[in-house]
């Protein structure tokens, strides 16, 4: 299964300059609980947004860049590519940036969206989802508090 995992604001924000826009907690735990032990699919700008590989995770890195080899990491250079190295019994997790996500859109069976309560000034969006093509399966308030800024949902949809 091809599942996109991603955490957006209201009007669909992802990041600015190659960051995120807010420090949820919670949302980490979830990120780590789905994706350990999967591969993740990934832009080069994502994965060197992390200070190391994520671990018990096996990187996929789509580039252009031809000379592009960080240690550990499998390169391709198209989605095409790196759903090829994933064998068939895995489940694949595209988690962006949104270049990715885009390409990723007709293909994924599921969403694990973290939609963020608010709007954020942004210059990376998740793309948007036409209900004709997805139904929300699942559901998980959490209000902001003491650890968490803003108050969130993980929202999980299938392709219809």
């Known amino acids: ?4 995992i991603a955490a957006a604001g209201k009007n669909n924000a992802l ?5 995120l ?14 994706t350990t032990n999967h591969f993740i699919i990934m ?4 994965f060197e947004s992390f200070p190391k590989p994520l671990p018990n995770r096996t990187h996929i890195v789509i580039t252009r860049q031809a000379n592009y080899h960080p240690d550990g990491v499998i390169v391709v250079g ?13 489940d694949s997790y595209i988690i962006g940036g949104g270049e990715i996500y885009l390409l990723a859109l007709p293909i994924a069976d599921k969403i694990e969206l973290t939609r ?5 000034d942004a210059d990376t969006f998740f793309p948007p989802l036409e209900s004709t093509q997805w139904q929300l399966v699942g559901e998980e308030y ?5 650890k968490h800024t803003y108050g969130f949902t993980f929202e999980s949809y299938v392709r219809k």
């Open 78 to 90: 198209d989605l095409n590519e790196a759903l090829k190295k994933v064998p068939q019994n895995e």
């Open 43 to 46: 832009g080069r700008k994502t």
């Open 116 to 120: 963020v309560h608010a709007d954020f």
């Open 15 to 19: 990041g600015k300059d190659n960051d």
């Open 1 to 4: 299964m091809t599942i996109m």
């Open 142 to 146: 959490h209000p902001k508090d003491e």
């Open 21 to 34: 826009l807010w420090h949820l907690p919670d949302d980490f735990k979830r990120f780590k609980q789905l």
